[in-house]
């Protein structure tokens, strides 16, 4: 029997945008500039959520912010933020359809007030053409604060990279459990997040199924958990609020191109949260795995053995108002052996353009 209630599980969903101008193109941190990133966001009501942060330098206030790299003089003053896009944060609900309505919620507000200055919202896992180059390079101070802070690490990564992060926490998790759960998640990364591929271009060409895979997996972590007391560990880090506390946050994914896997996705990591069979735990991401499943997907026979487990092990204890009707759409991927990257290749070989996923179209 699994060790918690899978019924009682809470969620929520941070994800992150590209933006598209009507007139432009993809707009990234060489082009867009952070006033007219601002101006979207300034549009949007602060709703005062107790159970969602509020920054200390006015960039992550209100259920949607800036995305991007925050810079420092070199005495730690805050200087501006060099945006990549935008993002939107859930508050935490009580059901994954809770969750995920709330998303295409506050995306369709979102996109409502990006599109009054000629953007809509593009949903893809990694910067096509740009890789990110500081400028000016990091300061003495910036590159401390790197090394200190496990949010700002390789932003030579997440300033190219598009992801959702998918929270869990429940209320009868002790902290070990909650690090437990954050431990296994890190060992199956690399057999998750195929699932969610939506990278497979970097300087405009085809190179893989997730060239974001490629270059967060050695640098980044798959899962954070959020603890009161955090121990010596590589995935626990000081909660920020009490509500904060418990909370294991999923970061490996790419960004969906159909907003639908969201549902799916969170199930898949909800049941593998409260199931007690796969033994795997790990404290830090397995690049080399990561590599061949961001390359091979799951044509790659230990990527294709293990996500063909985890998705049983899940199947086993989603019951009631979960369902494990929500994995239907991972079990039909695996089975076919796609990732929603085989889309994107495909249309990129058949028109020569480079999609740019509108994740809610006509919202």
Avoid at 161 to 185: E, M
Avoid at 349 to 358: E, Q
Wanted: hydrophobic share 40%.
């Amino acid at each position: 029997m699994p060790l918690t209630d899978p019924e009682r599980l809470r969620s929520g969903i941070e994800a992150e945008f590209a933006l598209v101008h009507a007139e432009d193109g993809f707009r990234d941190f060489a082009t867009l500039g952070h006033a007219a990133a601002q101006r979207i966001v300034d549009r949007l009501p602060d709703h005062r959520d107790p159970d969602l942060t509020r920054g200390d330098l006015a960039v992550k206030v209100t259920r949607w912010y800036v995305e991007g790299d925050e810079r420092f003089g070199p005495d730690g003053t805050f200087l501006h933020c060099v945006p990549k896009g935008l993002e939107t944060r859930t508050p935490v609900r009580d059901s994954i359809g809770a969750t995920v309505a709330q998303l295409a919620e506050q995306t369709a507000q979102l996109a409502a007030a990006a599109a009054v200055d000629g953007f809509r919202l593009a949903s893809i896992g990694r910067n096509p053409w740009r890789d990110y180059v500081p400028r000016p390079a990091y300061n003495d101070w910036e590159r401390a604060m790197h090394r200190r802070k496990p949010e700002y690490t390789a932003p030579e990564a997440y300033m190219v990279g598009y992801g959702p992060d998918l929270n869990l926490s429940h209320p009868d998790w002790t902290p070990q459990r909650a690090l437990d759960v954050g431990r296994k998640l890190t060992a199956l990364s690399p057999v998750l997040v195929p699932f969610s591929f939506s990278s497979p271009f970097a300087g405009g060409e085809v190179v893989a199924l997730s060239t974001r895979t490629l270059l967060r997996a050695p640098v980044r972590p798959s899962v954070r958990v959020f603890l009161a007391a955090p121990p010596r560990s590589p995935l626990a880090t000081a909660a920020r609020i009490p509500a904060e506390a418990g909370r294991v946050e999923f970061k490996a994914f790419d960004a969906p191109p159909d907003p639908g896997l969201y549902a799916p996705l969170l199930a898949l990591l909800a049941g593998l949260a409260v199931e007690d069979t796969l033994p795997d735990r790990a404290d830090r991401p397995d690049p080399a795995a990561h590599a061949r499943a961001a390359t091979l997907g799951f044509d790659d026979p230990a990527t294709r053995q293990g996500a063909r487990a985890v998705l049983e092990a899940a199947d086993r204890v989603l019951t009631g108002t979960l369902g494990r009707e929500l994995l239907a759409p991972l079990h039909d991927l695996l089975d076919r052996r796609r990732t929603p990257a085989h889309d994107l290749v495909d249309s990129f070989r058949r028109t020569g353009a480079i999609p740019l996923p509108d994740p809610y179209p006509g919202a």
